[in-house]
């Protein structure tokens, strides 16, 4: 079964939306476990404009599943993992002030740069997975960075299945035989959903972890965190 990481960056945006402590983030991922789900996945950024660098202290005596921390490995943030020590990281090339993220690594380029970082977290105990999209070459690029896990950058996948075109997934297929080959673990996120998750998870062999954030949150707003959350896992098995 592949396992289920919420994303609660949503979660702190509508908190910080009004100020206060509304909704409580730590007892939203009491509960996201509580319910089932099997890891905590947040994403800080720079500005601190959703999940606060304290959010990140605050989370590591409540999360008892698996807690993963997404983001651009700048100086704080990598500071900020090696405080919190994750049971993973999972690096992510998000441009300052980005809504959200957009691409992909491109491990050819940077490869010496990943490559030592990926060491520091992974001397500190922390597994460390690289946000990739669908390119074989990029899967290859990573392999030779050290890392243990890839995440595929899902948002195309999402995009061409909701206008109906299955073979969208046709890429993200082949990434995960190369990586599977290659040894490397393999995530996926971005714009996964209930529509969209059952058909994905049939198609990528070697799935391990699936982070949900923004979808299941919304979805949640018509169905309830609980039920959501279950339904996702159902999906996944």
């Given at each position: 079964?592949t396992?289920?990481?919420?994303?609660?960056?949503?979660?702190?945006?509508?908190?910080?939306?009004?100020?206060?402590?509304?909704?409580?983030?730590?007892k939203?991922?009491?509960?996201?476990?509580?319910?089932?789900?099997q890891?905590?996945?947040?994403?800080?950024?720079?500005?601190?404009?959703?999940?606060?660098?304290?959010?990140a202290?605050?989370?590591?005596?409540?999360?008892?599943t698996?807690?993963?921390?997404?983001?651009?490995?700048?100086?704080?943030?990598?500071?900020?993992?090696?405080?919190?020590?994750?049971?993973?990281?999972t690096?992510?090339?998000d441009?300052?002030?980005?809504?959200?993220?957009?691409?992909?690594?491109?491990?050819i380029?940077?490869?010496?740069?990943?490559?030592?970082?990926i060491q520091?977290?992974?001397?500190?105990?922390?597994?460390?997975?690289?946000?990739?999209?669908p390119v074989?070459?990029m899967?290859?690029?990573?392999?030779?960075?050290?890392?243990?896990?890839?995440?595929?950058?899902?948002?195309s996948?999402?995009?061409?299945?909701?206008?109906?075109?299955?073979?969208?997934?046709?890429?993200?297929?082949?990434?995960?035989?190369?990586?599977?080959e290659?040894?490397?673990?393999?995530?996926?996120?971005?714009?996964?959903?209930?529509?969209?998750?059952?058909?994905?998870?049939?198609?990528?062999?070697?799935l391990?972890?699936?982070?949900?954030?923004h979808?299941?949150?919304?979805?949640a707003?018509?169905?309830?965190?609980?039920?959501?959350?279950n339904?996702?896992?159902?999906?996944?098995?």
């Amino acid at each position: 079964m592949t396992k289920l990481s919420v994303n609660i960056n949503k979660i702190a945006t509508l908190r910080n939306a009004r100020g206060g402590n509304v909704p409580d983030l730590l007892k939203v991922a009491v509960d996201i476990q509580r319910f089932g789900g099997q890891g905590i996945t947040i994403h800080p950024r720079p500005d601190e404009r959703h999940i606060r660098y304290q959010d990140a202290r605050d989370l590591k005596a409540i999360v008892t599943t698996e807690y993963n921390i997404e983001g651009n490995p700048q100086h704080n943030f990598i500071d900020l993992v090696l405080e919190c020590k994750p049971d993973q990281v999972t690096l992510v090339p998000d441009a300052i002030g980005a809504i959200t993220s957009s691409a992909g690594w491109d491990t050819i380029k940077n490869q010496d740069y990943l490559t030592e970082v990926i060491q520091e977290f992974q001397r500190n105990g922390i597994r460390t997975s690289i946000f990739v999209d669908p390119v074989l070459e990029m899967i290859e690029g990573a392999k030779k960075t050290g890392t243990d896990r890839i995440e595929l950058y899902t948002e195309s996948f999402a995009h061409q299945y909701g206008l109906g075109n299955e073979k969208g997934i046709e890429p993200y297929t082949k990434a995960a035989i190369l990586a599977n080959e290659l040894g490397l673990g393999i995530n996926a996120g971005h714009d996964l959903s209930l529509d969209n998750i059952q058909f994905f998870k049939q198609n990528i062999p070697g799935l391990l972890e699936v982070s949900i954030g923004h979808a299941l949150i919304a979805e949640a707003l018509y169905l309830g965190l609980d039920n959501v959350v279950n339904m996702y896992l159902n999906k996944l098995k």
